[in-house]
């Protein structure tokens, strides 16, 4: 079992070319056996790239693979139209790793999926995407790093944090259920709380490994509600503990402004939730490595 | 890119914000001409992005030529918190009845953005967020909706102004939402929002962040950069592109991802180092990147040690290397370079580093020992 995406998933790329980014990683995610069954380039349209059918529009390419769900990887300026054409063209699950879309933009976008197209779940902007190991990879996840099978889901804000989840679980012989980057943007369109009650939902998962860092609350709110609602063991760790106060660190999300969004007030209300808390990721996964020896 | 006080308020007035007439100015003697031609009584007021510059002397009311010279030759060249000013700007005075405050930023958990209005302007609004919130009356405004008439106009009876601000405060409101949404704005803030004595509302102030992920189609802001003080490796770093922001230590740190790069600063700080800096090459960091990297780490003297720290995923392994490799025949790297590389093409990568490696660029397996490293050739703290 997994959440959010499975071996049905099948999976079109917008913004696919030879050269481009989509490209690059669309024909990765497929050689990793992910159901790419389509890709999206009006330019293009007609053409074949590796094996996959280029079409006009989303709705033309889920017409002709029954597609479920779309990885957008185009530019800032086109990217929240692509999310909403996935969108209107049905499709359950819309990844985007675009880094840079404008913040007016994305809160938009995020109030019109949620106002018009609640049953589309939109992961990102800005994020690593999600891996359900040997089975469905969208995104740019290297999958060679995950170890599948379960028992653990990871979710993380950051991307490269994701990735280090995942390889410190592998070190150590742990597997992954599924592995969710929700991104670093102010307003990403699935939250820790989503991927937390999914996790809690779905049976394989027995432990849950969350990364996450400094600024904004959505670390508090996750600890609110793995105390209310969890059962299941989670491991965490913070970034950004010597980070200073109101300077940007990277992500539009990475700041600290007065003493909210700290990483310490993050690592007390998960330590208060009963989460394990590592300094750094490896103590996180060693933490993760305890929990599961005794599930 | 946060704005000073006079560009704000230009950016406020392009939207039909009303703000008191004035000149920015560079010298003593525009300054007094400036004064001369707005007449007086004027404002001379220091232009720092630093709070306090009020009690810091610089910002002051001068009624003629002679006072305006005095402030003027006073407060340019004035040290505020280690920000000297360097640009004035000459404002016409303006009579108050009452001050209000007024803003709008994005509210992450809400995902919806907030507009926050009190009847107790002119001081920090935190302040009044915790000795009385009953009076700042909150907004929350469905971006995919946009702020109504309606919802203008209850929100400012909520907030309890004077009946006379009532129509002047719902124009501007509804002018400064379109302002911070049209105008890409993580911040937009009046502090104090006036009333004047004849019934007019106005922005006093301006405080406004602008989003950078919308440079690309707002031409006009080029006009506005080039006076933000920057340290010299803060100023290379925003030239090549890059994030960048610079600490006290001797491990100079580049990372790519945001989260990574906090998570390495961590790393070397618990096994006993001090990080140089945070710098995160972004996804998809090509050679070229890499090299202005390091040129930059390279030009901060205090670095002892560098570590570089990548776990591909759009950022391809090879092309660090290259970049890596590149930027050595190009400068010459200071310090010795500990490098951990993992994910996407690592191996292609390594093969690169491998026939380069030495004393002076190492490689480690994981992002602990690499840290480990690189603290130790820097001599611990």
């Known amino acids: 079992m997994s959440i959010f995406v499975n071996k049905d998933t099948k999976v079109i790329i917008q913004g696919f070319s030879p050269t481009s980014q989509g490209g690059f990683h669309g024909l990765r995610n497929k050689a990793y056996g992910t159901q790419v ?16 059918p280029v079409f006009a529009s989303v709705k033309d390419a889920v017409a002709a693979t029954g597609a479920t769900a779309s990885f957008v990887a185009v530019p800032p300026a086109g990217s929240p139209g692509a999310i909403l054409e996935a969108a209107e063209a049905g499709l359950e699950l819309v990844v985007c790793i675009t880094e840079g879309i404008p913040a007016q933009d994305e809160a938009k976008t995020f109030n019109i999926l949620r106002r018009d197209f609640p049953r589309t779940r939109l992961l990102g902007p800005n994020c690593p995407g999600i891996i359900t190991p040997g089975e469905c990879n969208i995104g740019i996840t290297p999958g060679e790093i995950a170890l599948g099978g379960g028992p653990v889901g990871i979710v993380s804000r950051s991307g490269t944090l994701t990735y280090q989840a995942l390889y410190e679980l592998k070190q150590k012989g742990i597997g992954v259920t599924t ?62 503990v010597t980070a200073p106060a109101g300077k940007k660190m990277g992500h539009a999300g990475a700041i600290v402004s007065g003493n909210k969004g700290t990483a310490k007030g993050k690592m007390d209300a998960l330590r208060a939730a009963g989460v394990a808390v590592g300094l750094n990721p490896t103590e996180a996964g060693e933490l993760m490595a305890d929990i599961v020896a005794k599930l | 890119m946060d704005l000073f006080e006079y560009q704000g308020k230009q950016f406020f007035a ?25 007449g007086y009584p004027v404002v001379v007021k220091a232009q720092v992005q630093v709070g306090g510059r009020g009690k810091a002397g610089g910002v002051k009311l001068a009624s003629n030529t002679q006072e305006a010279l005095e ?6 060249g004035l040290d505020i918190k280690g920000h000297v000013v360097k640009r004035l700007w000459i404002e016409k005075a303006s009579d108050i009845a009452e001050e209000y405050y007024a803003s709008f930023t994005l509210d992450r958990s809400a995902k919806k953005h907030l507009g926050m209005l009190s009847a107790q302007g002119g001081v920090e609004i935190e302040t009044v967020a915790e000795s009385d919130p009953d009076a700042i009356a909150k907004i929350w405004v469905d971006p995919a909706e946009g702020l109504s008439p309606e919802q203008a106009r209850a929100w400012v009876e909520a907030a309890k102004l004077n009946p006379q601000a009532t129509e002047g405060a719902i124009d501007i409101l509804t002018k400064l939402y ?14 104090p929002l006036i009333l004047t004595p004849d019934g007019r509302v106005h922005a006093l102030d301006a405080k406004v962040t602008l989003d950078d992920n919308a440079d690309f189609r707002h031409p006009e802001r080029d006009d506005w950069r080039g006076l933000t003080v920057m340290d010299a490796r803060d100023a290379l770093a925003h030239e090549k592109g890059l994030q960048y922001v610079g600490l006290d230590g001797t491990v100079g740190i580049i990372a790519n991802g945001a989260g990574l790069a906090m998570s390495t600063c961590d790393v070397v700080n618990q096994v006993g180092g001090s990080p140089a800096n945070f710098l995160d090459i972004g996804g998809g960091a090509s050679a070229e990147v890499m090299a202005n990297a390091l040129d930059v780490i390279n030009s901060d003297e205090k670095v002892k040690a560098i570590f570089i720290n990548i776990f591909g995923g759009i950022t391809r392994g090879e092309e660090v290397a290259n970049g890596i490799v590149q930027a050595l025949g190009r400068v010459d790297i200071k310090a010795p370079i500990v490098i951990r590389l993992d994910g996407t093409n690592a191996e292609e990568g390594r093969a ?29 703290k």
């Open chain 1, 179 to 240: 592995c969710v980057g929700i991104g670093g943007d102010p307003v990403p369109g699935t939250s820790f709380i989503d991927c937390l009650e999914a996790f809690q939902a779905d049976p394989a998962t027995k432990a849950v490994i969350m990364f996450g860092e400094i600024g904004g609350s959505a670390e508090e709110e996750a600890a609110e509600y793995i105390a209310d609602k969890m059962d299941k063991p989670v491991a965490s760790y913070i970034a950004g």
């Open chain 2, 71 to 76: 402030h003027a030759t006073n407060i340019l």
């Open chain 1, 37 to 52: 069954v389509g890709g999206v380039n009006p330019k293009r349209a007609g053409e074949e790239i590796e094996g996959v």
């Open chain 2, 14 to 38: 392009s939207f039909g914000i009303p703000v008191s007439p004035g000149e920015a100015v560079d010298t003593v003697e525009d300054a007094v001409a400036a004064a001369d031609r707005l």
């Open chain 2, 178 to 191: 379109t302002a911070y949404v049209d105008g890409d704005a993580d911040l937009c803030e009046i502090n």
């Open chain 2, 352 to 380: 690169i580093l491998e026939p380069h490696l030495s004393d002076r660029l190492r490689s480690k397996p994981t992002m602990l020992e690499a840290a480990r490293d690189a603290v130790a050739l820097a001599g611990g």
